[in-house]
């Protein structure tokens, strides 16, 4: 665990909502010089705080109109059982996200499609022929408010 002051938790919002921005900038930002804001984020990176960098890709632009949240129990469980669904589950382009959850659902699934019945064509043809699917909920995203995390 990394011990952060304001100046490193206003770094973090800064590239939380901007990865791409230059040490230069975020030092103008923060009141730092480019050399301290630079040592500051590699501190970070070195300390773990920051897992990568990835792009904000716009769904809808690409031809995914569609969002649906699903919530996933399996019939029968057991470390085997976990592991052939979630290895399967990965393989499917159109899951965008593979939670293991506690709760009411073993999974949770992100999935994107171009629209409702090429999501109906997803989950028939591929998520329902996974191992283990028992009961299956959908939740349809109608809009996304997207925050940086708690820091």
Known sequence: MIDLDETDRALIRALALDATQSAGALGRQ???SQPAAWRRIKRLREAGVFRGARLDLDREAL???V????GIRLATKGAVNLEDFER???AIP???TVEHVLGVYDYRLRVVARDISDFERVLRRRIMMLPGVGNVDANVLLSEERRPGPV
């Not at 969002?67 to 699903?70: A, D, K, M, P, R």
């Open 94 to 96: 159109e899951v965008q």
């Open 88 to 90: 399967a589950v990965t």
């Open 63 to 65: 031809g995914f109109g």
């Open 30 to 32: 923060l009141g730092l």
């Open 67 to 70: 969002t649906v949240f699903l």
